[in-house]
């Protein structure tokens, strides 16, 4: 019989239960044994799914109240020293919290931790911070409570952990003492390998038989010294005496299958959605006695799969390894929504196209049994229904539309340059006439309970669409008035329309589709609803034009049009798997190509046009650069391409390592971008200084994921830093990110100190 498992579930809840707990919890309207029964009964629920869709082992430790990977930090007692942890003391939830956002209900508020993305996803994860000479203990328990959670409610378990030289990659030195290089962190395996083991004996212990180790950093370009340091660390972790599965996924091994060979593990995990070719090459290198996982359902996107094409695929790999063959999704089904029965509402037609987690843990069972020519009557009749969905799609006249491709052909001639920077930039700054030092925000203002009703009842029909307007103009008019009077230079409208930053224009674009409750999470009680990209993209009509005019109306100062960039889009939303991702961005560029030109001709002179995802989307590895970057960034301009000199185009990006790619954010022209570097004390802006970056820049000089205010000296110091390292005559200040998810006291505090330090900063 092939062997089914998961390598993780979605934490969230359906209705997103753990996103209410926590900020219940956070904000004092329900205590900690409340929010620990909320996650109990999560988990709980969870294993059930998974065990009834007839999986042999169900995940462990894949549960976490902020993110897997500073769950296992706190495990492991890796504590910055500014969060006062004794060192004999468990490390308790709350701490956990205040390295994830600054503050929690217990504790001294401090600075975060840095925060980036888990590899090339839209999931966010706390950077462990690393030092000289760090001691690793067990300074957790949640991972063995939640074990033996599990095995009490009867479920056969696989704990999943992250892997040492996993950890230890994406570590970085503390950002407030003796930083650690990266030639450092492997001296680091002397210590922490031992917790490893303990850690691994003791769930050996609890009578469990195999313990899956994640190492995605396999899925990278990496240096001779970490790759030959697998054999000694899995020969160390080997001695525990509990089977291990190593977990690779995001891309296929390629020249690191090598360490596979020899490697003292029990299985191997492997990613055959993003690198099916990958499958012959390692089933090759494995022993007689190791297990090959092969992970065919693709656990990042919502499509339904081809599960004939992935059977093939496997046949004379199944002939090979038998009961060795293990079957699961390529990731975490994290990346994806829980359970599309919830879409009642959705077109019939495009939900037949569609796949959740709860759904993918079906295909999974109706794979097994096809495989092992065991299919009964009702997975027969499933499968014939999957054929139907996949023909049906393919064959659907909703997909394509002649006019875009067409549009597209001519889009082929469009000049992408503009005038020179150097040139440009004084007819903007005539135009403007800003001050040294400006002063603007990203573009979001607090999205308050009642501007989110608002939208609600406007949606549900129980308010006009007359009255709507009305009360969102109203909306805009009192940003705009709280600008004014705080003293920004560049004001936003705000976005209180708006309910994503992506979703918005995926509902008023061609080609998209939306879901109910198809969240899945960002970091920590942050949960976005991606967008279906089905067909090709088209904008029917002006989006943000009229809502940008009303506020630039209402003020003689510059207000910004606020667009999300077409790369962006493409990356924080379900992509179509049936055309090249860069034809679909090309078509996202026109559509905002269009929205520009609109916004220009009404009179909005600074137009940005946010592109955080663009590093996220970076392939990982670097033989596949070049073509990416090439696309990604004709497409940012492919979408500015047609605006005059004195227009001001800003872009924005968060949480981004910008080093390796820096040449070719230099190359999108923005003639302002604006970047996150508060948790990072303007280290990203060594990048920019070395490249001598052309553009005006905006480093984020206060973190809006932390509820606390920022001070002024703060800022005006981490500014000085900036002008150190970049002429001040090119700086604005700002936020590291927009101000949705802050309350209204905060904002106007943190804003208030903000102006106040770049007033500070024009005067030295």
Known sequence: MTI??????????????????????WNGSQGMDELLAAGK??????????????????????????????????????????????????????????????????????AACEM??????????????????????????????????????????????????????????DAFAEGVSDEGKLALLETLVPVYVEVLSRIRDMGVEWVQIDEPVLALDLP?????????????????????????????????????????????????????DQLD?????????????????????????????????????????????WLAPSCSLLHVPVDLAAETELDPELRSWLSFAVQKLDELAWLAADLDGKATPEITQALESQRAALKAREQSTRIHSKVVATRLDEAASLALERTPFADRVNSQRAKLGLPEFPTTTIGSFPQTAEIRALRRKWRNGDMTDAAYEEAIRKEIEAVIR???????????????????????????????????NGWVQSYGSRCVKPPVIFGDVTRPAPMTVGWSSFAQSLTDKPVKGMLTGPVTVLHWSFVR???????????????????????????????QIDEPAFREGLPLRRDDWTTYLRWAVDCFRLTTSGVRDETQIHTHMCYSEFNDIIESIAAMDADVITIETSRSHME?????????????????????????????????????????????????????????????????AALEAMVKAAGSLRYT
């Open 4 to 25: 089914i498992h998961n390598l993780g579930f979605p934490r969230i809840g359906a209705d997103r239960e753990l996103k209410r707990a926590q900020e219940a919890y």
């Open 41 to 110: 009964a999560l988990r709980k629920q969870h294993w059930q799914i998974q065990a009834d869709a007839g999986l042999d082992f169900v995940p462990v430790g894949d549960f976490a109240w902020y993110d897997h990977v500073l769950e296992w930090t706190t495990l492991l007692g890796a504590v910055p020293a500014r969060f006062n942890q004794d060192d004999n003391a468990d490390v308790s939830l709350d701490t956990l919290f205040r390295m994830a956002r600054g503050r929690a209900p217990t504790g001294e508020p401090a």
């Open 116 to 173: 980036t993305k888990w590899f090339d996803t839209n999931y966010h994860y706390i950077v462990p911070e690393l030092a000289p000479g760090q001691n690793y203990r067990i300074a957790r328990e949640y991972l063995f409570d939640q074990i033996r959670e599990a095995l009490d409610l009867g479920h056969r378990v696989k704990p999943v952990i992250p892997g040492p030289l996993s950890w230890l990659w994406l570590g970085k030195g």
């Open 224 to 276: 001779k010294a970490w790759k030959d340091a697998f054999a000694q660390v899995y020969a160390k972790l080997n001695e525990a005496g509990i089977s291990i599965l190593l977990a690779t996924y995001f891309e296929g091994l390629r020249d690191n299958t090598d360490v596979l060979d020899g490697l003292p593990v029990a299985g191997v995990h492997i990613d055959l959605v993003r690198a099916p």
């Open 281 to 325: 090459k390692v089933a090759s290198v494995l022993r007689d006695d190791q297990v090959l996982s092969a992970g065919v359902i693709d656990g990042r996107n919502i499509w339904r799969t081809d599960l004939d094409r992935v059977r093939d695929s496997l046949a004379d790999v199944a002939g090979r390894f038998g009961d060795r063959l």
């Open 482 to 516: 709280f600008q004014e009077e705080v003293g920004l230079d560049v004001l936003v409208h705000g976005e209180p329309e708006r309910n994503d930053m992506v979703e918005y224009f995926g509902e008023l674009l061609g080609g998209f589709a939306f879901t109910k």
């Open 577 to 607: 798997d049936d055309q090249p991702r860069d034809v679909t961005c090309r078509q996202l560029a026109l559509a905002l190509r269009d929205e520009v030109q609109d916004l220009e001709a009404a009179g909005i002179g600074v137009i």
């Open 684 to 748: 990203l802006l060594e990048a920019f200084e070395t490249f001598h970056y052309p553009n005006d820049i905006g480093p984020g000089v206060y973190d809006i994921h932390s509820p606390n205010i920022p001070n002024v000296d703060w800022m005006v110091d981490l500014m000085k830093k900036a002008a150190s390292r970049l002429p001040k005559d090119r700086l604005w200040v700002n936020p590291d990110c927009g101000l949705k998810t802050r309350d209204w006291p905060e904002t106007r």
